[in-house]
C-alpha cells in the first residue's frame, strides 16, 4: 500500500508551483536581498566519473539544473575527476548522456577537474611558500599513527617544520616524478589537535603513477577530492555549491583553503541525499553487483541507475515529478520506493496508450461463433486523453485470457470468470463460460468452452444486463507471441545493508524473485511494431515497453515498468 509521506521540502500545489520555498531558496532569495554575488546563482553538478549515475545523483541534477532555471542562473556540469585508477571515459559518456535524458542542459559548460590540475598546482606551491603546507614522508600507515581518534588530539608529523625551501624543492621533485607512489604527500598545515579530523593537517597530494583518462600520463602526482572541490568552484565562480550532508565538516577546510588562498568563495550548502527503500544508491555497491554479475550490468533494468530506469521505460519527466514531490531537506532519511512509483504511474496514466496483452494464457472457444469469421472492434486508446482516439482489435473464434481470470471453483469475491459464469470481454462482447477442458493426465486446464451473446457487440447488453467482471483477451490467430520480463524489488528488505549477521554482505538481501521472464506472451497485434522505450500499459496488467537492448524489429520483448496501484484493479465497463 501507499504509505501518506510528508514532505519536508515544499509541497507542490495543484499548479505543480512551489507553495513554499525550501530552505535552499530561502538562503539564494536572502543573498538576492543582500546583494552578495550580485544576484548571481551559478551552481554545478559535480559527479566523479567512476560509475554511474543513479536516482540519488537524480535528486542533486534536479536540485542543480533547476534552481539555476529557476532563478534566470546557469549550472555547469563538471566532472570531479581526481582518482585516475577508479574513472574512466565510459564513465563520462553515460553520465552526460544520462543528463541530457532527464531533461538538462549544460549549454557550452562542460569542466573536468584535471582541466584545473596546472592552477591547483599553482595553487598548491603558493600554500607552501606562505608556510600553509609541508611535505611530509610519513608512509600510510605511520600518518594513520598521527592522526588520533575523535576523543584523543593527534600529533604532528616530524616533518611539519621542515625549511619551506625544502619542501618546496621535494614537491617539485614529487611532479617530476622522482618518487614511487606513497613515498611522500604534500600536507596542508592545519591544526592535529582539531576535534575536525578533516583539519588535522590533510593531505592534498598523493603520488600515484596512473594513466589518466584525460590528462594521460601527464601527472604522477594528484590533488585529493578535498583539495579540488572547493577550489574548482570557486574557479567556476560558483554561487552556491550544494552537496550532501557529509560534506558538512569539509566545510571549514574547504573554507580554509579559499581564505589562504585568498580567492573568490562560494557558499556551500548541504542537504540530505536521497535513500530509497529495497534499493542502493551507492556507487560501490552498484559496482559489485555489476563486477560480480548479480545483474547484467549497469543498466540492468533493476537497477536504480538513471540507464537502468531508462532501459526499463521510465519516462524521465517521472523522475523529475518525484524529485520535485521528495524535495528538500537538511535530515537524512529513506524515502519509500512506492513514492518513486507512484510518479511513474501518475506521468504514465496520462500518455501512455492502452493495449491488450495476455502474460499467462489460457485459450478460450466462443462455440458459437461461426469458424471462419472474424470482425475488428474498436478500443480506446486512453481513457485519461481523448485525443489518443480508438484502434481496431481483431476479434475471433478462438482467443486467449489470462490463466488468473478462470476458477474452476471460486470463493465469493472472484468476478471473473467461472462454469456458467457471464463476463464482459474489454471492448467485445459477454461471453457464459459453458466447460473447462481438461488434460486427461494432468487435471490442468487447457481450454475453456464458453458462448456469446452477439447482442453485446461493444461490451454492453441492450436489456441492460450487468456483469461484475471484464477481462482483457487477445485473438488467437491475430496474437504475437513475446518475451516479457516482469520485475520485483532488486532487495528483499527495505534497507538492504540490514544483513543477519557480520558475515554477510548486503548481497545476501538479493531478491532471487527479481526478475521473471515470460517467453511466449500473447501480445495485440498493434504492438508488434512497438517502438523501444515508448510506454504503453498493457491493460490491467501494468505499464510496459520495448527493450531497446533486445527487441529486433517486429520481435519486441517487453519490460514491465511499473504495476497498476493495485495489480488487478477492476476495469470498468464501458
Ligand atoms: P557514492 O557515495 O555512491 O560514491 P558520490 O556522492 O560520491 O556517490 P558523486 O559522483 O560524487 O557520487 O556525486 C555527484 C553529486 O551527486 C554530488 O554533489 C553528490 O552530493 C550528489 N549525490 C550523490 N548521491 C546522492 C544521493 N543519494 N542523494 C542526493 N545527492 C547525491
Ligand atoms: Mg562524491
Known amino acids: 500500500m501507499l504509505r501518506t509521506m510528508s514532505t519536508p521540502g515544499k509541497e507542490p500545489t495543484a499548479e505543480g508551483e512551489a507553495a513554499r520555498l525550501n530552505f535552499i531558496e530561502e538562503i539564494i532569495e536572502e543573498h538576492a536581498r543582500t546583494g552578495k554575488y550580485d544576484n548571481r546563482v551559478h551552481t554545478r553538478f559535480p559527479p566523479e566519473p567512476n560509475g554511474y549515475l543513479h536516482i540519488g545523483h537524480a535528486k542533486s541534477i534536479c536540485l542543480n539544473f533547476g534552481l539555476a532555471e529557476k532563478y534566470g542562473g546557469q549550472c555547469n556540469l563538471r566532472f570531479d575527476d581526481t582518482n585516475p585508477t577508479k574513472e574512466d571515459v565510459e564513465y563520462v559518456e553515460s553520465i552526460m548522456e544520462d543528463i541530457r535524458w532527464l531533461g538538462f542542459d549544460w549549454e557550452d559548460r562542460l569542466f573536468f577537474a584535471s582541466d584545473y590540475f596546472e592552477q591547483l598546482y599553482e595553487y598548491a606551491i603558493k600554500l607552501i611558500e606562505d608556510g600553509h603546507a609541508f611535505v611530509c614522508d610519513l608512509n600510510a600507515e605511520e600518518m594513520r599513527e598521527h592522526r588520533g581518534t575523535l576523543k584523543s588530539p593527534g600529533k604532528n608529523s616530524p616533518y611539519r617544520d621542515r625549511p619551506m625551501a625544502e619542501s618546496l624543492e621535494l614537491f617539485k621533485k614529487m611532479r617530476a616524478g622522482e618518487f614511487p607512489d606513497g613515498a611522500r604527500t604534500l600536507r596542508a598545515k592545519v591544526d592535529m589537535a582539531s576535534p575536525n579530523l578533516n583539519l588535522r593537517d590533510p593531505v592534498l597530494y598523493r603520488i600515484a603513477h596512473a594513466h589518466h583518462h584525460r590528462t594521460g600520463d601527464q601527472w604522477c602526482i594528484y590533488p585529493m577530492y578535498d583539495f579540488t572541490h572547493g577550489q574548482s568552484d570557486s574557479i567556476e565562480r560558483i554561487t552556491h555549491s550544494i552537496c550532501t550532508l557529509e560534506f558538512e565538516n569539509h566545510r571549514p577546510l574547504y573554507d580554509w583553503f579559499l581564505e589562504k588562498l585568498e580567492i ?311
Open 264 to 574: 573568490y568563495r562560494p557558499q556551500q550548502i548541504e542537504f540530505a541525499r536521497l535513500n530509497l527503500s529495497y534499493t542502493i544508491t551507492s556507487k560501490r555497491k552498484l559496482l559489485t553487483l555489476v563486477t560480480d554479475n548479480h545483474v547484467s550490468g549497469w543498466s540492468d533494468p533493476r537497477m536504480p541507475t538513471l540507464s537502468g530506469m531508462r532501459r526499463r521505460g521510465y519516462p524521465p519527466s517521472a523522475i523529475r515529478l518525484f524529485c520535485d514531490r521528495i524535495g528538500v531537506a537538511k535530515f537524512n532519511s529513506v524515502i519509500d520506493m512506492q513514492v518513486l512509483e507512484k510518479a511513474v504511474r501518475d506521468e504514465l496514466n496520462a500518455q501512455a496508450p492502452r493495449r491488450m496483452a495476455v502474460l499467462n494464457p489460457l485459450k478460450v472457444v466462443i462455440t458459437n461463433y461461426p469458424e471462419g469469421q472474424e470482425e475488428t472492434l474498436e478500443a480506446i486508446n486512453n481513457p485519461e486523453d481523448q485525443s489518443a482516439g480508438t484502434r481496431q482489435v481483431p476479434f475471433s473464434r478462438e482467443l486467449y485470457i489470462e490463466r488468473e481470470d478462470f476458477m474452476e471453483d471460486p470463493p465469493k469475491k472472484f468476478f471473473r470468470l467461472a462454469p456458467g459464469r457471464e463476463v464482459r470481454l474489454r471492448y467485445a462482447y459477454f461471453v457464459t463460460c459453458q466447460e473447462a477442458v481438461k488434460d486427461p493426465q494432468t487435471g490442468e486446464i487447457v481450454e475453456l468452452r464458453c458462448t456469446y451473446d452477439p447482442a453485446t457487440r461493444g461490451g454492453s447488453a441492450p436489456d441492460g444486463r450487468k456483469v461484475k467482471g471484464t477481462l482483457h483477451w487477445v485473438s488467437a490467430q491475430h496474437a504475437f507471441d513475446a518475451e516479457v520480463r516482469l520485475y520485483d524489488y532488486l532487495f528483499t528488505k527495505p534497507n538492504p545493508s540490514d544483513v543477519d549477521d557480520e558475515s554477510q554482505e548486503f548481497t545476501a538481501n538479493l531478491n532471487p524473485d527479481s526478475l521473471e521472464t515470460r517467453p511466449s506472451c500473447k501480445l495485440e497485434p498493434s504492438l508488434q511494431a512497438a517502438e523501444p522505450g515508448k510506454q504503453y500499459q498493457f491493460e490491467r496488467l501494468g505499464y510496459f515497453s520495448a527493450d531497446p537492448a533486445d527487441s529486433q524489429p517486429d520481435q519486441p520483448v517487453f519490460n514491465r515498468i511499473v504495476t497498476l496501484r493495485d495489480t488487478w484493479a477492476k476495469v470498468k465497463g464501458k
